[in-house]
């Protein structure tokens, strides 16, 4: 009663979302008792029922998919095991190919097509089905909310709490807060400052007039628009992308004293500005602004941080409370968001 319950609920989804239907039938005898246990567990790869009265139970499933028009799929149990996917397949028949053709429409539906294609060609083509199979059919992916074509905020998942991208850039600060003293320059607004810094003296740096926490208007691409060797502490957060790199980073250089040290964070991956889009320029990989700073003669440590998760929270505009810090914590060198560097004038 619990499996017709589930495979039910299964079945549901399946019509929902208007994808083909397998059922995975046979398989080792263990396959019985892990296969109730299973199933729910393994709603996005497909339906799966195995054990016994698998073939009454699978019979009226397949009956009414299809009155409804979905191609019905065998599955080797051993395959799916495996590779953990809907690996091979032989579909039994449609009542309909011009209802799935239509559903089938997005590009990711082309694998399905092409089996289902392929299937219907006739028994050598399905054997071939079988090995085309176990090469690219892959498991579906299970999109839930997420295929979308607008983000969950414009405003980087502010509303929704922190943007991912603070995370490393809050703890690339607060790792370096022992840097903070003495006059401490940031750019925009006092936010590190407060948080972080023992300074003495505190200059707020920003190109725009309108803004009424700065205490120093300067373009920093103008080399010389920042007073020279003030500064024991830069911190330029989520900036340098508005910028010409290579006379704003002389720009900030010549304006640290001796032993000063420059902070600075850059987005690698992130969306077109929400508020000044007109003026965003550019992306830095983690190697991209290494060679900057080489190309500048700063001698600076640069670090990139993300991983696949915090690229796509970055995209859909959702917050580190979407997911956990412990998901975002972990680097992935493939897929930085953020790259931040520090650099030390020496004191000769
Ligand atoms: C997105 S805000 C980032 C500010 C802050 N550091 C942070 O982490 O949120 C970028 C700031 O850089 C300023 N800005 C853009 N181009 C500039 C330039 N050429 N010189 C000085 N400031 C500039 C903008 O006006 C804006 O206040």
């Known amino acids: 009663?619990?499996?017709?319950?589930?495979?039910?609920?299964?079945?549901?989804?399946?019509?929902?979302?208007?994808?083909?239907?397998?059922?995975?039938?046979?398989?080792?005898?263990?396959?019985?008792?892990?296969?109730?246990?299973?199933?729910?567990?393994?709603?996005?790869?497909?339906?799966?029922?195995?054990?016994?009265?698998?073939?009454l139970l699978s019979a009226w499933m397949c009956a009414l998919l299809l009155a409804l028009g979905y191609p019905i799929g065998i599955l080797s149990g051993r395959t799916f095991f495996r590779h953990g996917s809907v690996a091979s397949g032989l579909v039994l028949g449609d009542s309909c190919p011009q209802r799935v053709g239509r559903r089938l429409s997005s590009p990711a539906d082309e694998g399905w097509q092409m089996l289902y294609e392929q299937v219907r060609l006739g028994k050598k083509a399905a054997r071939r089905t079988v090995e085309w199979g176990q090469r690219h059919v892959v498991r579906p992916v299970w999109w839930g909310n997420l295929r979308r074509r607008e983000p969950f905020s414009d405003w980087y998942g502010s509303e929704r709490g922190r943007p991912v991208d603070r995370l490393y850039i809050d703890g690339?600060?607060?790792?370096?807060?022992?840097?903070?003293?003495?006059?401490?320059?940031?750019?925009?607004?006092?936010h590190y400052v407060d948080l972080y810094a023992r300074a003495e003296k505190v200059t707020v740096v920003d190109i725009d007039r309108a803004n009424?926490?700065?205490?120093?208007?300067a373009d920093l691409d103008e080399v010389g628009s920042l007073p020279a060797g003030v500064f024991d502490a830069a911190i330029v957060t989520n900036t340098l992308q508005y910028l010409e790199p290579q006379p704003a980073l002389a720009n900030l250089w010549q304006s640290l004293a001796p032993g000063g040290v420059l902070l600075l964070a850059a987005p690698t991956l992130a969306r077109v500005d929400a508020e000044i889009p007109d003026i965003d320029y550019l992306r830095f990989t983690p190697r991209g602004l290494r060679r900057e700073f080489v190309k500048a003669g700063i001698p600076a440590v640069v670090e990139g941080y993300g991983n696949i998760l915090a690229s796509l929270c970055t995209l859909y505009g959702l917050s580190i409370q979407d997911v956990s810090v412990k998901e975002l914590d972990r680097v992935d060198p493939r897929f930085p968001i953020t790259v931040c560097a520090r650099a030390v004038k020496t004191a000769s």
Do not use: Q, S
């Not at 619990?2 to 019509?15: D, E, Y």
């Not at 208007?18 to 299973?38: E, S, Y």
């Not at 690339?172 to 006092?190: Q, S, Y």
């Open 1 to 55: 009663m619990l499996c017709r319950a589930v495979c039910g609920f299964l079945l549901l989804l399946k019509i929902l979302y208007g994808r083909v239907l397998f059922v995975l039938l046979g398989g080792t005898p263990g396959d019985g008792l892990i296969g109730p246990i299973a199933a729910p567990a393994l709603i996005a790869p497909d339906l799966m029922i195995t054990g016994r009265g698998v073939w």
């Open 172 to 190: 690339f600060i607060e790792r370096h807060r022992a840097d903070l003293i003495g006059h401490v320059m940031e750019i925009k607004n006092p």
């Open 212 to 217: 009424p926490n700065a205490t120093l208007y």
